[in-house]
């Protein structure tokens, strides 16, 4: 079945082959590129589902790569690291990186991350919703999250504040229709941590929790912040618990 185009930037030729090989067996029509500007070229004319990029390139180094590609494409790019590049690591996430991989990592790994970063589409264009309080209302098959001013549309996988869009990366989405599918209630970090993986959340299949994963965390929370236009000193959406994880504030009373 064919899964669609992924693009793999990899000046490693034995990791290079290696990812190809697996994403290849898996169903996806693969381009391989050695450099960072072959990617980039590559990237725009084939519009890939997904890229794999490397972020030590003999050419551009990776965060470069990601900058370009995000210009035209809201692909999903899983990035493939060092296990000493944690703070390249957490750059990359916030310039719109949507998953990492750390090397040596195994092929089923490689096969799981995509498959869940594929489970769900990207956001489409949005919908304007009416303002109202914090609930979450069917709409037919469809599931409407609502927070005041922030309407969430789960099927259409679109958000809006205040009428106008969200642009949010898949991670985002996900840690943000978590939480507001749990308002009140803490969520911890090694919970957003297997939202954004898309593990289940029974107990089976949940993968191991790092410190980069859970600063990982820490980076799309940030930039959800951000987008969310959240006032540092008196956030509105989302609150730290401190130790914890985080929380998404209950509606105030004049919202009801």
């Known amino acids: 079945m064919d899964q669609g185009t992924v693009v793999v930037i990899e000046d490693d030729a034995d990791v290079r082959n290696l990812v190809v090989a697996v994403l290849r067996q898996s169903g996806f029509d693969v381009v391989p590129a050695a450099t960072g500007l072959e990617g980039v070229e590559m990237a725009r004319i084939k519009k890939p589902v997904v890229v794999t990029l490397d972020l030590g390139l003999p050419d551009i180094d990776g965060h470069e790569v990601l900058r370009r590609i995000r210009q035209f494409s809201d692909c999903y790019i899983i990035m493939l690291t060092g296990r000493d590049d944690e703070a390249d690591t957490l750059t990359a996430l916030h310039a719109g990186a949507d998953d990492y991989l750390t090397k040596p990592f195994r092929p089923r790994e490689l096969r799981a991350r ?94 191991y929790v790092s410190d980069v994963d859970e600063r990982a965390i820490e980076v799309h929370i940030g930039n959800l912040r951000r987008k969310l236009r959240e006032d540092a000193k008196n956030p509105q959406w989302l609150l730290t618990v401190r130790g914890v994880g985080y929380r998404m504030a209950a509606p105030h009373p004049e919202q009801e």
């Open 114 to 207: 995509v498959a869940a970063l594929l489970r769900r589409p990207r956001s489409g264009s949005p919908v304007p919703e009416p303002r109202l309080p914090a609930v979450q209302v069917p709409t037919g098959k469809r599931s409407v999250l609502r927070h005041g001013d922030l309407v969430l549309d789960s099927e259409a996988r679109t958000a809006r504040l205040s009428g106008a869009g969200l642009s949010l990366t898949k991670s985002e989405f996900d840690l943000l229709q978590d939480l507001l599918r749990n308002v009140g209630a803490v969520r911890t970090k090694a919970d957003l941590v297997h939202v954004v993986r898309g593990e289940s959340q029974r107990g089976g299949g949940r993968g």
